[in-house]
């Protein structure tokens, strides 16, 4: 599966955005999906999962409560809306597909190594 990331922006703290991630491929729907994120200097973390029916999602602490993630399979995408922004969400965002395609780990804990395909990501930036 070929994956894209899109919408990311400049925005004050406190806005919303939503990104989406376009993939190719017939088995998509068959995929779980992940949102990753890397701020500069920093190591790329997880920040959200949706599995491949959309009925199991998974979040990190530092973002929930305030992003949303969703997919729409007859489309090939998923979305990452984000709410009340904070500065330190300020990062490039990545949408990526794990292998096996349709891993979800029981503890919901999902580690970049999980993931083999990677989109090219999108910027974020969120000013004070």
């Known amino acids: 599966v070929q994956l894209q990331a899109s919408g990311g922006g400049l925005v004050q703290a406190g806005g919303s955005l939503r990104l989406s991630c376009a993939a190719s491929?017939?088995?998509?729907?068959?995929?779980?999906v992940g949102w990753f994120r890397q701020a500069p200097g920093k190591e790329r973390e997880f920040v959200a999962a949706i599995s491949w029916g959309g009925g199991s999602t998974y979040y990190a602490d530092s973002v929930k409560g305030r992003f949303t993630i969703s997919r729409d399979n007859a489309k090939n995408a998923v979305y990452l809306q984000m709410t009340s922004l904070k500065p330190e969400d300020t990062a490039v965002y990545y949408c990526?597909?794990?292998?096996?395609?349709?891993?979800?780990?029981?503890?919901?804990?999902?580690?970049?190594?999980?993931?083999?395909?990677w989109g090219q990501g999108t910027l974020v930036t969120v000013s004070s």
């Open positions: 990526a597909a794990p292998d096996p395609m349709d891993y979800c780990p029981d503890d919901g804990r999902f580690e970049v190594f999980d993931f083999g395909s």
């Open positions: 491929g017939r088995t998509f729907k068959s995929y779980t």
